[in-house]
């Protein structure tokens, strides 16, 4: 019974791993006018018994704020976890599941958008020509943003 | 055969036990309101029957999962009609299980010495719910995977346990083998375990106390043994009559393609048992009374709070109104969920993004069974391997994220996205065919929005040839435009155009005279030789997979526009894009999709002669 039981509690024992600086793209492949661009975070991952050197663990857009400075935003609602897809012609965010919407920077733009806080940013840096940030995810459904441990 | 029932009689009480069950005293006459029960466990039993041989066939495992539902599906003999009996009873145990409540709420079944009973019917109802919500994940197709992800960030907002609470139910903070491992073994062992036991104690409490029969008596009391066996015997029927009408309608259960979290999901929408939750998350109240907080209000303090009236109701229904405020209650639940779901199925059918979101998860799933069968099976890296490196999948979606915010595709964004705003650059769908030229090359529709209407070439040198000079010539000289049309055409080599090329050789030869000389294309274009004074792109090669790929690379190369391009970035150049994935989406629109040209393993003979294959809609 105890065996069991401890055995099912290991979830517990394991952090979410990763937090290490990621590179995620080239700069010039994001538009320099300020429209986000949707890119994979790809890393080495171990799922239970598999390792996998490269494999995507999330998806981010990033979005040009100046010549060299670059803001990632996470591509998971901060409501409820759908994936948030960049609308082109409202140029704007919207979550296809409980119709939250983001302005292109990620905040709230609309009062009855259901989200309780903007859109989850990342930490980015630009080195030289590439694009890399550190990948986290965060608890969905709360104002504040915590990040998944 | 006396003997032998005496013998087993003997050894077991089973006649005694049979007796108790066949006659069961019913006062009043058998009805057709107490059949609920019966149907319940018809479909309980059912769904252990094709659960566990759908067991025999599944294999929880993220690498393999989907591909084991797939072979369920789409290969096993009568496999799309097990896991389709599965899936459609599961749904009409959820209708079945309000139709029972119902009836023990207007009954009044429910008050004492009943109540024991009662809860262990509340604790199935939740049993069952919760088998629904487990069983959604488990062929880790794009539906389940967005659905769970929901479900379980909505477990992680419960106050202080919910982030640990998630985390033992996904099994770690990432989705992966052990959601699957976990979510299997909960909903084909400890769930149905659960259950068992709490239909035994359900059963064993209502035969301990009895019937609660409907006031006024129509008849006489009787035994349940014949008529109300009779009448559960029909209901039980008409029921499976309803579930295998569904199955075979519907070709069984629906199968998406692959999870791929890395790919926006906009068709993403809960069990439509579930509709109703989702909707309610999504009303104003939520975030105007409560704030922040609307979501832990919506999705886990509403809902716990009417879970424990409806467990309440026992006690409550002792008050002199309790009654009626029972009844009052469910009534005012069963309305408002039913509301919501119309609401939510009504904004949806209203909705054309999320139809072209629905129609764009069906294409996507009948393109992965196309690309399986091409392959001959599924290779070792699962079947969404397959979909990376197919052009009509990739195609399409590289072109909304990168080309439609300028060009569409058949007026759409290439996953059937309509914008409100006009396009900037022409439409290309149809690129390389004459069609599309002939629309070119008309007065008319050379500045449409679908041609050279949102950029600046409108008022261009091509345009006033159009215009001023095109009409002219091909006044005087009748089929020529259609051969130099030809000519050009020739050169774009579109797969949909090589059946009839031979017989066309000698309209296009002729054609390619009438480019240089009767229209004079080649004062500005080259035309299948070198042309260093040539000032628009070249038509050698016009629309080839080569001109294009380089075209989209660096439309500001000489070949093309040069310094005349107009607003297009140059993709490869500027480091955009991949020459394999502008490769995907020039395969795309030329409609070079035929997955023998880049499957490595060779082409698949016919699907085994199962009969399943050939059955697909």
């Given at each position: 019974m105890l065996s069991?039981?401890?055995?099912?509690?290991?979830?517990?024992?394991?952090?979410?791993?990763?937090?290490?600086?990621?590179?995620?793209?080239?700069?010039?492949?994001?538009?320099a006018d300020g429209t986000p661009v949707r890119v994979s975070v790809v890393t080495a991952r171990t799922d239970a018994w598999t390792r996998e050197a490269a494999v995507p663990v999330g998806v981010v857009y990033l979005r040009r704020t100046g010549p060299s400075e670059v803001v990632a935003l996470h591509s998971v609602c901060p409501h409820a976890g759908c994936f948030v897809d960049y609308q082109g012609d409202r140029k704007a965010f919207f979550c296809p599941c409980h119709d939250s919407t983001f302005a292109v920077d990620g905040s709230i733009n609309d009062p009855r958008s259901p989200s309780p806080r903007p859109m989850d940013t990342l930490a980015v840096e630009v080195r030289g020509q590439a694009v890399w940030l550190r990948f986290q995810n965060f608890r969905p459904g709360i104002q504040a943003k915590v990040a998944l441990a | 055969?006396?003997?032998?029932?005496?013998?087993?009689?003997?050894?077991?009480?089973?006649?005694?036990?049979?007796?108790?069950?066949?006659?069961?005293?019913?006062?009043?006459?058998?009805?057709?309101?107490?059949?609920?029960?019966?149907?319940?466990?018809?479909?309980?039993?059912?769904?252990?029957?094709?659960?566990?041989?759908?067991?025999?066939?599944?294999?929880?495992?993220?690498?393999?999962?989907?591909?084991?539902?797939?072979?369920?599906?789409?290969?096993?003999?009568?496999?799309?009609?097990?896991?389709?009996?599965?899936?459609?009873?599961?749904?009409?145990?959820?209708?079945?299980?309000?139709?029972?409540?119902?009836?023990?709420?207007?009954?009044?079944?429910?008050?004492?010495?009943?109540?024991?009973?009662?809860?262990?019917?509340?604790?199935?109802?939740?049993?069952?719910?919760?088998?629904?919500?487990?069983?959604?994940?488990?062929?880790?197709?794009?539906?389940?995977?967005?659905?769970?992800?929901?479900?379980?960030?909505?477990?992680?907002?419960?106050?202080?346990?919910?982030?640990?609470?998630?985390?033992?139910?996904?099994?770690?903070?990432?989705?992966?083998?052990?959601?699957?491992?976990?979510?299997?073994?909960?909903?084909?062992?400890?769930?149905?375990?659960?259950?068992?036991?709490?239909?035994?104690?359900?059963?064993?409490?209502?035969?301990?106390?009895?019937?609660?029969?409907?006031?006024?008596?129509?008849?006489?009391?009787?035994?349940?043994?014949?008529?109300?066996?009779?009448?559960?015997g029909v209901a039980c029927l008409a029921v499976l009559a309803t579930v295998v009408y569904l199955t075979v309608r519907h070709h069984g259960a629906e199968l998406h393609a692959p999870a791929d979290p890395t790919q926006p999901f906009n068709?993403?929408?809960?069990?439509?048992?579930?509709?109703?939750?989702?909707?309610?998350?999504?009303?104003?109240?939520?975030?105007?009374?409560?704030?922040?907080?609307?979501?832990?209000?919506?999705?886990?303090?509403?809902?716990?709070?009417?879970?424990?009236?409806?467990?309440?109701?026992?006690?409550?229904?002792?008050?002199?109104?309790?009654?009626?405020?029972?009844?009052?209650?469910?009534?005012?639940?069963?309305?408002?969920?039913?509301?919501?779901?119309?609401?939510?199925?009504?904004?949806?059918?209203?909705?054309?993004?999320?139809?072209?979101?629905v129609a764009q998860a069906h294409a996507e799933a009948d393109r992965m069974v196309t690309l399986i069968r091409a392959a001959g099976g599924i290779p070792r890296d699962g079947a969404a391997s397959l979909l990376k490196q197919d052009p009509a999948t990739v195609g399409p979606r590289l072109f909304a994220q990168h080309c439609a915010s300028c060009h569409r595709y058949g007026g759409h964004d290439g996953l059937g996205v309509v914008s409100a705003e006009a396009p900037s650059a022409p439409d290309l769908r149809g690129f390389g065919s004459a069609g599309w030229l002939r629309g070119l090359l008309q007065a008319d529709t050379i500045t449409n929005s679908a041609y050279y209407g949102g950029t600046k070439f409108r008022t261009g040198k091509m345009v006033r040839y159009v215009r001023e000079k095109l009409p002219k010539l091909q006044a005087s000289e009748p089929g020529a435009l259609e051969s130099m049309i030809a000519a050009v055409v020739a050169e774009a080599d579109l797969p949909a155009d090589r059946a009839g090329a031979g017989d066309r050789a000698g309209t296009v030869e002729a054609g390619r005279r009438h480019v240089a000389t009767t229209f004079g294309c080649t004062d500005c274009h080259a035309f299948r030789k070198p042309d260093e004074e040539a000032t628009a792109p070249t038509l050698t090669g016009w629309a080839s997979r080569d001109w294009m790929v380089r075209l989209v690379g660096d439309p500001t190369h000489a070949d093309f526009y040069g310094a005349r391009n107009d607003r297009m970035p140059s993709y490869l150049k500027e480091g955009r894009l991949s020459e394999r994935d502008i490769g995907l989406i020039v395969d795309w629109i030329r409609g070079d999709t035929d997955p023998a040209r880049w499957l490595q393993a060779p082409v698949a003979t016919k699907p085994s002669s199962s009969g399943v294959a050939g059955a697909r809609p």
């Amino acid at each position: 019974m105890l065996s069991g039981l401890v055995a099912w509690l290991d979830p517990l024992a394991r952090g979410a791993g990763g937090g290490g600086w990621i590179q995620v793209a080239d700069l010039p492949s994001v538009p320099a006018d300020g429209t986000p661009v949707r890119v994979s975070v790809v890393t080495a991952r171990t799922d239970a018994w598999t390792r996998e050197a490269a494999v995507p663990v999330g998806v981010v857009y990033l979005r040009r704020t100046g010549p060299s400075e670059v803001v990632a935003l996470h591509s998971v609602c901060p409501h409820a976890g759908c994936f948030v897809d960049y609308q082109g012609d409202r140029k704007a965010f919207f979550c296809p599941c409980h119709d939250s919407t983001f302005a292109v920077d990620g905040s709230i733009n609309d009062p009855r958008s259901p989200s309780p806080r903007p859109m989850d940013t990342l930490a980015v840096e630009v080195r030289g020509q590439a694009v890399w940030l550190r990948f986290q995810n965060f608890r969905p459904g709360i104002q504040a943003k915590v990040a998944l441990a | 055969m006396k003997k032998l029932i005496d013998w087993i009689d003997q050894r077991t009480g089973l006649q005694g036990l049979l007796h108790e069950v066949l006659f069961e005293r019913i006062p009043g006459g058998a009805r057709w309101r107490y059949v609920w029960g019966s149907t319940l466990s018809f479909c309980f039993f059912v769904q252990i029957v094709t659960g566990v041989v759908l067991w025999m066939a599944y294999s929880p495992s993220a690498h393999s999962a989907w591909e084991s539902v797939y072979y369920i599906q789409h290969e096993m003999t009568g496999g799309w009609f097990l896991r389709g009996l599965h899936h459609f009873v599961a749904q009409a145990m959820h209708v079945l299980l309000v139709l029972h409540l119902l009836q023990v709420i207007i009954d009044g079944a429910y008050k004492a010495p009943r109540e024991v009973n009662y809860w262990f019917g509340i604790v199935l109802l939740m049993l069952t719910l919760g088998l629904g919500l487990t069983g959604y994940l488990l062929p880790w197709d794009q539906k389940g995977f967005g659905a769970t992800k929901v479900a379980t960030s909505l477990m992680g907002i419960v106050p202080v346990i919910g982030p640990s609470l998630q985390k033992l139910v996904v099994g770690g903070s990432d989705y992966g083998h052990h959601t699957l491992t976990r979510f299997f073994a909960l909903h084909a062992g400890v769930l149905p375990g659960l259950m068992i036991a709490a239909i035994a104690a359900h059963v064993a409490l209502f035969r301990r106390h009895g019937i609660t029969a409907k006031q006024p008596y129509r008849k006489p009391e009787a035994r349940f043994w014949p008529d109300q066996v009779l009448m559960d015997g029909v209901a039980c029927l008409a029921v499976l009559a309803t579930v295998v009408y569904l199955t075979v309608r519907h070709h069984g259960a629906e199968l998406h393609a692959p999870a791929d979290p890395t790919q926006p999901f906009n068709a993403a929408r809960p069990e439509w048992y579930f509709l109703f939750l989702f909707e309610f998350l999504k009303l104003d109240f939520l975030t105007q009374w409560f704030g922040h907080h609307g979501e832990l209000v919506g999705a886990i303090i509403i809902p716990g709070l009417v879970m424990g009236v409806l467990a309440a109701m026992p006690i409550l229904g002792n008050w002199r109104l309790g009654h009626r405020f029972n009844l009052g209650f469910l009534g005012a639940i069963l309305v408002g969920a039913v509301l919501l779901t119309v609401q939510s199925l009504r904004s949806d059918a209203g909705n054309p993004g999320f139809q072209a979101a629905v129609a764009q998860a069906h294409a996507e799933a009948d393109r992965m069974v196309t690309l399986i069968r091409a392959a001959g099976g599924i290779p070792r890296d699962g079947a969404a391997s397959l979909l990376k490196q197919d052009p009509a999948t990739v195609g399409p979606r590289l072109f909304a994220q990168h080309c439609a915010s300028c060009h569409r595709y058949g007026g759409h964004d290439g996953l059937g996205v309509v914008s409100a705003e006009a396009p900037s650059a022409p439409d290309l769908r149809g690129f390389g065919s004459a069609g599309w030229l002939r629309g070119l090359l008309q007065a008319d529709t050379i500045t449409n929005s679908a041609y050279y209407g949102g950029t600046k070439f409108r008022t261009g040198k091509m345009v006033r040839y159009v215009r001023e000079k095109l009409p002219k010539l091909q006044a005087s000289e009748p089929g020529a435009l259609e051969s130099m049309i030809a000519a050009v055409v020739a050169e774009a080599d579109l797969p949909a155009d090589r059946a009839g090329a031979g017989d066309r050789a000698g309209t296009v030869e002729a054609g390619r005279r009438h480019v240089a000389t009767t229209f004079g294309c080649t004062d500005c274009h080259a035309f299948r030789k070198p042309d260093e004074e040539a000032t628009a792109p070249t038509l050698t090669g016009w629309a080839s997979r080569d001109w294009m790929v380089r075209l989209v690379g660096d439309p500001t190369h000489a070949d093309f526009y040069g310094a005349r391009n107009d607003r297009m970035p140059s993709y490869l150049k500027e480091g955009r894009l991949s020459e394999r994935d502008i490769g995907l989406i020039v395969d795309w629109i030329r409609g070079d999709t035929d997955p023998a040209r880049w499957l490595q393993a060779p082409v698949a003979t016919k699907p085994s002669s199962s009969g399943v294959a050939g059955a697909r809609p």
